[in-house]
């Protein structure tokens, strides 16, 4: 794992929308592999920015989203649809049809799980994914104790995970209790990792994740037997992590 260190949010923002828009720009048709979240919003701000004062296209490029909650309208505020597209996808030139989440809004969960690990397949995997992380380690909606050769599937959300999302929420009791997740398998198939970690409530998952066994107590563990991964993290995040030279 390269572990880049930046100073602060805006810093790494900076820095994760370039990567990505010189990827897009080496490989047009590039299928990138999308996080939500509070860390990735910079990202696509640097990005729509660029969109509009250089033009970069993404009428190519095809998108997976990791994960998405069950139970939530595809239109409900708080969904990764709404999300993706209000953050991203309507300001730029990318072809909707192109963006994949996973349907939380459906009834036959067994078979939408299998139909969008076959489509990621389907074009042939994933270039370049990028993962923000979980307090409590999880990448994805994969949390502690989940196998690591999980492909796409439910899961019950922890209450941790709940607790940090509840912020988008009116009250705690809203955030859903179950999810659809691309699996640590699917993950760890992207022929390249890019983790965004911003802020002091990851330091601890930073010091485990940078200093700690692989181990699936803490699924972003895994990333340190992936081949091609690189971290952009900034100061706050990795004051007590020891940073690999
Ligand atoms: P955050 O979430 O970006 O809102 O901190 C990260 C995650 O849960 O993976």
Redesign the pocket.
Known sequence: MKVMEVKDYQEMSHAAGKYIIDKVKAKPNITLGL?T???PEGTYEYIINDYQENGTSYRKVTTFNLDEYIGLKESHPNGYRHYMDTKLFNHININISNTNIPNGDIQHFKEECLRYEQLIEAHGGIDLQIL???SNG??GFNEPGTKFGTKTHVVKLTDA?RE?NARYFQKFEEVPEYAVTMGISSIMQSKEILLLVSGETKIEAMKQLLGGEVSESFPASILQLHPNVTIIADEKSLIEAKVPS
């Open positions: 996080a979240g509070g860390t923000g992380i979980g999880h990448i995970t940090a």
